[in-house]
């Protein structure tokens, strides 16, 4: 696991151990977007967020509990999703936030794209074998 260790609040300790990046869901877009994946050990929890716009686009950098996104897209499989579905879930108030996590969730095979329409998506075919992989990493993040 990375030792790199983020602050937020100055209260929250979050270890990366892992970094990434993901282009954004406009197939018109050159640029891409950097997201993390980190354990707080208050709460023995693994996170995601945003961490870097390699273009404009204010977003929220929070971090998002990757059990919520479980949460949440385990009522949604076999269904079509824009990216505002998960605004439940993201702290923060622009817009540009729902996307970028969307995807990002593309990049790590939570989400797929609908055929015939880049912006919407769908639960991904390997999402229980990502979700399965993710919480092994939970269980043991050393």
């Not at 609040?9 to 869901?25: A, R, W």
């Not at 919520?68 to 897209?73: G, P």
Request: net charge negative; hydrophobic share 35%; aromatic share 8%.
């Amino acid at each position: 696991m990375s030792q790199k260790v983020e602050k937020d609040n100055d209260v929250d300790l979050f270890t990366i151990v892992k970094e990434g990046q993901s282009p954004k869901l406009s197939p018109k877009s050159e640029s891409f977007l950097e997201y993390q994946i980190a354990y707080k050990e208050v709460d023995q929890e693994f996170y995601i967020r945003v961490s870097k716009n390699s273009s404009s686009g204010l977003f929220s950098n929070s971090w998002v509990r990757l059990e919520a996104i479980f949460t949440l897209l385990d009522d949604q499989v076999g269904k079509t999703l824009k990216s505002t579905a998960l605004k439940p879930i993201i702290t923060g108030g622009s817009s540009n936030s729902c996307g970028f996590l969307a995807a990002i969730l593309r990049t790590i095979s939570i989400l797929d794209p609908v055929p015939d329409n880049v912006f919407l998506h769908q639960v991904s075919e390997r999402y229980e074998v990502v979700k399965t992989e993710l919480r092994a990493l939970a269980s043991n993040p050393d």
